[in-house]
């Protein structure tokens, strides 16, 4: 049995109703529930949620999965908000221990104090940037991907309490040139090909 914790980082705010995202989290609690052994717990950011039983879900998970839209090139406020209180209440409480260093050696071995070790997540972000604002020359990323870009400070903060990446995927252009329904198949294949077909293959003598 396989513990899955689906987050949804994204809220209503301004002129986002958060529609995607909250699909997202649906799509990804009826995928593993449709499938034997998994189990499933859920938490929406923009509902009130209990600081103790986040903690809890973090140390029961095998795999979190974040999903989010990118407001202004970092996570939502709500997110924000959300890490830092249900990670402060994690401090030696079963998401890190430490910032890893000594008192005896204190320049090394920083970000190596997580109590997460042998989990992993898994990273989704909807964005109103397209594709193309990565990948060419000359754009406005300068060609670096979301992961190395952007969101390389998201990816630390989860090697720092002990998750290791399992896998990410990103959907440009949501705002302006959006096909849901095509990108929501994009996202099952993408669960099919990394929690189904690795399951089956595993399975084989």
Known sequence: MKNI????????????????????LEKTKQFFEAEEGFAVKTTQVGEEYNLTEEVEKFKWADIVFYHFPVWWFQVPFGLKAYIDRVFTAGHQSGIYHSDGRSRNNPAINYGTGGSLHGKKYVLTSSWNAPEEAFCLKGEFFDQKSVDEGPLYGFHKMNQFVGLSLLGSIHFHDMEKNADVEAELSRYENFLKMNFIDKELTKALP
């Open 5 to 24: 914790f689906v987050i949804n980082g994204g809220h209503q705010f301004a002129h986002s109703p958060g529609r995607f995202n909250r699909t997202l």
